[in-house]
């Protein structure tokens, strides 16, 4: 107990100071974003000059008070759950666009992440198995070279060539335009295979992490006491494999799963941008386009928190898997 609470404080404080740098790292960039709303307000003919002051107030964006004061006002705004209003998708609240599209992000992040991180890791562990083997040494070459490409790379490559070129599959938005969302066969059918391309590109991005991760770790576990007794008695190979050597060599890619999913998010939100995918990462990019502080705040955010929370599951998670951490001994006694 002391131990969780001990890092509830630190995954507090780390928040605390995400949330600082949201803030005022944004309003230290040049430009005036109320100035840009002001201007396409003018174009549509519906600008109230008047109303100036009140869009600033409302925006947060107040220029009469001072940094530190806005900043309090930031505080107890989130504390009362008021992320704003957005600028780029005006009057609609912060809070209804990233309800509104954090659907689309969740399905793919959850559908690449479960595939990639479940087969990197099977594979990782036949891998590990068959060390030596023809087949670990060309997988092995093979994930280094995949390991080594940045999401936004292959997305171009993706877009370019199965898209652009080959037209086997749609490479901007999340769905037939023509169709109404809706749970209908066709828009789910239309949203899946609008999926598959930017998916595809997640999970052959991340997957060869997994598979190395845990064959390196799988190849030194293999190599334990307890292992070697196992196969001594005569235990199958399968349950050599997974109940002894598998289960204990899984536990960095346990504890590594959280930290790797701040990058895999953030690698999401440049692949959403490439493909125009109707998530909360081409929301945070037209927002920084069109400086609305409010909604880059608001994603950023919900970025930082999701990946604070995925750290405390894991931190616990880690508990259940390995006793040595739940009796607070040290993992490598």
């Known amino acids: 107990m002391r131990r969780l609470i001990r890092r509830l404080g630190l995954y507090l404080l780390a928040v605390w100071a995400a949330i600082t740098v949201n ?16 201007q396409r307000l003018q174009q549509r003919g519906s600008f109230n000059p008047a109303s100036l ?12 008070d001072p940094l530190w004061l806005q900043y309090l006002k930031y505080l107890n705004n989130l504390i009362h759950g008021n992320l704003g209003v ?21 399905v793919l992040l959850s559908v690449s992440v479960l595939l990639s991180f479940s087969l990197g890791t099977l594979v990782g562990i036949f891998m590990a198995w068959n060390r030596g083997t023809a087949f670990d040494t060309a997988l092995s070459s093979l994930m280094m070279f995949f390991y080594s490409i940045l999401y936004p790379w292959l997305a171009i490559v993706a877009v370019y060539f199965l898209g652009f070129n080959l037209g086997w599959f749609p490479f901007a938005f999340g769905y037939d335009t023509s169709l109404t969302p809706g749970w209908s066969a066709e828009f789910i059918a239309s949203a899946a295979y609008h999926a598959i391309l930017p998916a595809l590109t997640l999970i052959v991005s991340t997957i060869a992490g997994w598979m190395l991760t845990m064959r390196n770790s799988m190849v030194t576990t293999l190599s334990e006491d307890y292992v070697l007794l196992a196969r001594a008695k005569g235990l199958s190979s399968r349950r050599v494999m997974f109940a002894y050597a598998a289960r204990n060599a899984i536990l960095p890619s346990v504890t590594g799963f959280a930290i790797a999913l701040g990058t895999v998010v953030g690698g999401q939100l440049l692949v959403e941008i490439v493909f125009s995918y109707p998530g909360i990462g081409f929301d945070l990019f037209q927002a920084i386009q069109g400086q609305d502080y409010a909604l880059a705040d608001g994603i950023l955010l919900l ?3 999701a990946t604070v929370f995925m750290n405390l599951i894991v931190d616990l998670l880690y508990t259940i898997l390995d ?11």
């Open 53 to 64: 002051d009140a869009l600033r107030a409302e925006f947060g964006l107040n220029t009469n």
């Open 303 to 305: 970025v930082i928190v």
């Open 323 to 333: 006793p040595r951490v739940r009796e607070g001994r040290s993992v490598s006694a």
């Open 23 to 38: 803030f005022f790292l944004p309003r230290l960039a040049p430009g005036d974003p109320v100035a840009a709303l002001q």
């Open 86 to 106: 957005s600028i780029t998708r005006f009057p609609a609240s912060v809070g209804d666009v990233i309800g509104q599209d954090i659907k689309w992000t969740l």
